[in-house]
């Protein structure tokens, strides 16, 4: 298996951090993979298999990750391909579970053959965060975002 692609979108960072840690959690299981902004990408060449992420916004992927998706459909259609989506922070209590979901993203990918979406909780920091009790402004769950990329590494390494 060639090399993993890992791209991503973020505003304020929190998207970046769970890429990079997937990224990571990759290489630790022997799958070689490279990290890169959705905007910095500009071919597809050499990479077997691509994850990509954004932040999400009231139910709207970054533009730079929905430009990605749409520049690289025909190429992203030809090789494995997992999504997530990072963002909901606050009190889970309150949370619509579809909030998240930015449901024109996830068709698209799942027209090109994606093999899962799943929803990482995000970050909210500075003064957006500031209100909120510390275990809700930080939502990202690593264990989880770890087992995630494992069963990413366990589907492209020949058992």
Request: one cysteine or more; charged letters at 25%.
């Amino acid at each position: 298996m060639s090399s993993v692609l890992v791209v991503y979108a973020s505003k304020h960072g929190s998207t970046a951090e769970i890429a990079e840690a997937i990224t990571a959690t990759l290489r630790e299981s022997g799958v070689a993979a490279d990290c890169a902004e959705a905007g910095d990408v500009t071919s597809l060449d050499g990479y077997g298999a691509v994850v990509l992420g954004s932040a999400v916004y009231m139910r709207r992927w970054r533009r730079e990750a929905r430009h990605f998706l749409d520049r690289h459909a025909d190429e992203l259609a030809a090789r494995p391909l997992w999504i997530f989506s990072s963002g909901p922070a606050g009190d889970p209590a309150k949370d619509n579970p579809r909030w998240s979901e930015p449901p024109k993203v996830i068709a698209k990918a799942e027209r090109l053959g994606a093999r899962e979406h799943v929803v990482f909780g995000g970050y909210m920091p500075g003064r957006a965060g500031e209100n909120l009790p510390p275990a809700f402004r930080d939502r990202r769950d690593w264990d989880e975002i770890a087992a995630w990329a494992r069963t990413i590494a366990a589907a492209l390494v020949p058992a």
